[in-house]
């Protein structure tokens, strides 16, 4: 057809969101009595409000779902669900429209929207993994009685762990990784100052400032020595412990980090915090997402990298400005010869921001390391996450005692 009407074009609008299916049960089935109601639905719902400019379709299928909830709609909340879930809709962004109903339309419609959409995951082979809220599994959140504070989170029973993250990310970068140590240690993971749920004091910081946060964190918690896990400014923060508090380790992970940058690339730090300060971090997210992961994984797993990309866009601006000049005057690397505890360093094959070169030289300076790459760019546990798990089991179990 080389021409519609208002209902054709309303009828493609409509299918887009409901699918197929739906749309030709609703169309087929009327009657002289239901049939102008019909066109009247398909005309102005589907046309004249779901084909405005001002909101994009994942944001109005949300606002359906926040809607139907607070009217107990149930049967439309089931419809609309369904379809967002097979439209693709990051199950993250309906679990927080749901969190969001839990206050604002009340517990009992929150648990009967959060049944209704785990049925529907359940049908459609999206339910995700189990995560049961028993003691040793369950994921307890504190902060630190220190100053500043610091958020931890505290799971599993066994050899002591400490997790710390990349610049821009925070405590959740870990979930998965945490969950699957927690059956034989006990993990803790905590946001750096600046991020997550952590103090942010006025900065610059200096790695003397991230490090001796790290070192009064192991303290507090009184499980020492440890197994510290480090990704990027996270390895950066494991260099200096293993430098100037080694009788708080057991071992340490240094992984898609650096111990020095040249020149061009402190440079490249003080563009990157210039940028922040006129554009936010939204400025940096895209270019960020891209550097993190790998082409291949950014197509197969788009959910992991939208997540990890809010993750960052939520990160107070001055937390991450801050942390970024301690990270771009990172200079650990005369001092790696005088480290004495087991280390295993990680690179990624594919590491724009922390080259395998970087990790070779670590490697080369601390006394006894051992070195091993993984298929990824800068986050390789999500990127392979089996592979970054096995190297660090084989190292906890072969090097710190299990």
């Known amino acids: 057809m080389d021409r519609q009407d208002d209902f054709e074009r309303g009828v493609m609008n409509r299918r887009a ?12 089935g009327t009657t002289q009595f239901n049939a102008d109601f019909q066109d009247l639905v398909t005309r102005h719902a589907w046309l004249d409000i779901w084909g405005r400019p001002g909101l994009d379709v994942v944001t109005r299928r949300l606002l359906v779902l926040g809607m139907t909830m607070a009217a107990a709609r149930w049967e439309e909340f089931e419809l609309h669900c369904k379809a967002s879930v097979r439209g693709g809709v990051p199950l993250e962004k309906i679990r927080e429209t749901l969190m969001q109903g839990a206050i604002y339309c009340g517990v009992p419609a929150a648990n009967t929207a959060f049944k209704i959409t785990t049925k529907i995951l359940r049908e459609e082979g999206k339910l995700p993994p189990a995560a049961p809220l028993t003691a040793g599994v369950r994921a307890a959140i504190h ?76 303290r507090e918690w009184g499980r020492g020595p440890v197994v510290f896990i480090g990704i990027s400014m996270g390895g950066m ?27 061009e690339v402190r440079a490249m730090w003080s563009q990157r915090i210039a940028a922040i300060e006129q554009g936010g971090l939204a400025a940096i997210a895209d270019a960020t997402m891209e550097r993190w992961f790998t082409p291949g994984l950014r197509a197969v797993q788009p959910e992991a990298v939208e997540r990890t990309r809010q993750t960052l866009l939520r ?17 650990w690397l005369d001092r790696l010869a005088t480290v004495k505890t087991p280390a295993l360093v990680i690179a990624g094959a594919h590491d724009a921001g922390a080259p395998p070169a970087m990790s070779e030289a670590i490697a080369s300076r601390i006394p006894g390391a051992e070195l091993r790459t993984v298929d990824a760019a800068h986050i390789g546990v999500i990127e392979q996450p089996r592979a970054f798990l096995d190297a660090v089991r084989a190292f906890i179990d072969g090097r710190c005692g299990g």
């Open 143 to 218: 902060h630190t009685f220190s100053a500043p504070q610091l958020r931890v989170a505290v799971q599993g029973r066994g050899t002591p762990v400490v997790l710390s993250h990349a610049l821009g990310a925070d405590l959740h970068l870990w979930d998965d990784f945490a969950a699957a140590l927690a059956p034989h240690h006990e993990v803790l993971r905590y946001d750096h100052r600046g991020h997550g749920g952590s103090a942010v004091p006025a900065g610059p910081y200096s790695q003397d400032d991230l490090v001796d946060d790290a070192a009064r964190l192991i």
């Open 237 to 263: 923060v494991a260099q200096g412990l293993a430098v100037k508090h080694p009788e708080l380790l057991r071992g340490v992970v240094i992984a898609h980090s650096s111990a020095r940058y040249p020149d």
């Open 17 to 28: 969101v409901l699918g197929d299916e739906w749309v030709d049960q609703s169309l087929s």
């Open 315 to 331: 990160c107070p601006p001055a937390g991450y400005i801050a942390c970024g000049r301690a990270v771009a005057a990172v200079d």
